[in-house]
């Protein structure tokens, strides 16, 4: 049997190259930045395979040109960088690499949620711009209390659910919407109660989003949405930025709409050295970090790693995104090791 050939457009951990490296013939870009898509395109060409993350555009046109390609193995929860339904069509499997990354996002949401509500990235860098001149005063920096305030989480899968957990000690109101209603069974045991979206809007003073990006989610925040929510509301997005429609989040921001925001996600990353949301004082932001622990980032390569060789033992990956491509090319006819 030839051994398949598996292109890797970013650095992995030695143990998960060497492992593809045992059964794979590899290429990978060994540059800090993504590889272009010509560059994509170049190396596609004779490969069976394609490890990648959120940072490369998987069109059409490179799925094109991967005539030979039997998997794309992304090392992310998301997915809408892949052109899944190309893929499909092709017989191409595309997996992802959820679960592993729920605590880290969970946790960092609430990093973003206290931040917010109590300034923390603006009182960071005020000691660090020297201006801490009086040492304690009354009105200095007052945010917003947490603790049984309303939490709107929009979307409740797997990290959203991580999200509602965490917020017991905070003994806070839950409520979540969601296209799909969760189980009465699960809305009690989480203590959390289904609103529709306006209403969510409305009665949240933190909202959290965490429903995958397509093409309904797209600007599912916009400037209505804004004049809907609370001015002392905190906005935290650690999905991905496209959901918001960040000119009216800049405006909200800057008039006061709502209180703050707490971003991990933009619509172009990075930012643009002039993107107004850096001069925004009332916003915490992150480069896209909600899933970087050693441990959630370690196991999303060790996930995809296995994915990938999945598909090429001719075994049911463990997580497939697109299972309706097996209908298209059995894995009896993607196995070569
Ligand atoms: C991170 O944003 C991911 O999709 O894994």
């Not at 596609?44 to 799925?63: T, V, Y």
């Not at 603006?122 to 947490?146: C, H, N, Q």
């Not at 959203?160 to 969601?178: C, Q, W």
């Amino acid at each position: 049997m030839t051994r398949p050939k598996v292109y890797v457009t970013l650095k992995i951990p030695d143990e998960e190259l060497n492992l593809l490296r045992s059964f794979c013939d590899v290429e990978t870009n060994d540059k800090e930045t993504s590889p272009s898509k010509q560059e994509i395109i170049k190396r596609i060409e004779d490969k069976d395979g394609l490890l990648c993350s959120l940072m490369e555009k998987i069109d059409n046109e490179i799925i094109s040109c991967g005539s030979k390609l039997k998997v794309i193995s992304s090392i992310s929860v998301g997915f809408n960088h892949i052109d899944v339904s190309e893929a499909t069509k092709k017989g191409i499997y595309v997996t992802n690499t959820p679960g592993i990354l729920t605590n880290s996002t969970a946790d960092f949401a609430w990093a973003l949620i206290i931040s917010s509500a109590r300034r923390i990235s603006e009182a960071d860098k005020y000691v660090r711009d020297k201006k801490w001149k009086i040492p304690w005063g009354l009105t200095m920096f007052l945010g917003s209390e947490i603790y049984g305030r309303t939490l709107g989480i929009i979307g409740l899968g797997r990290i959203g659910t991580g999200v509602a957990e965490r917020s017991k000690g905070f003994k806070m109101r839950l409520i979540y919407y969601d296209v799909i209603r969760a189980s009465k069974e699960k809305e009690e045991n989480l203590g959390i109660e289904y609103a529709p979206l306006e209403t969510l809007l409305k009665e949240s003073d933190f909202i959290s989003i965490h429903v995958p990006l397509t093409p309904e989610t797209q600007n599912l925040i916009s400037h209505n949405e804004f004049k809907m929510m609370k001015p002392t509301a905190h906005l935290i997005n650690t999905s991905r930025g496209p959901i918001v429609d960040e000119d009216a989040l800049i405006s909200a921001l800057r008039n006061r709409t709502i209180a703050g925001a707490g971003l991990d996600v933009f619509e172009k990353e990075p930012i643009d050295p002039d993107n107004p949301l850096i001069e925004l004082d009332n916003l915490t932001i992150a480069p896209h970090i909600a899933s970087a622990t050693r441990e959630s980032r370690h196991g999303m390569a060790k996930m995809a790693t296995e994915n990938l060789l999945n598909v090429f033992k001719g075994e049911h990956p463990p997580q497939l995104v697109n299972p309706d491509v097996m209908k298209i090319r059995q894995l009896s006819e993607t196995k070569m090791v």
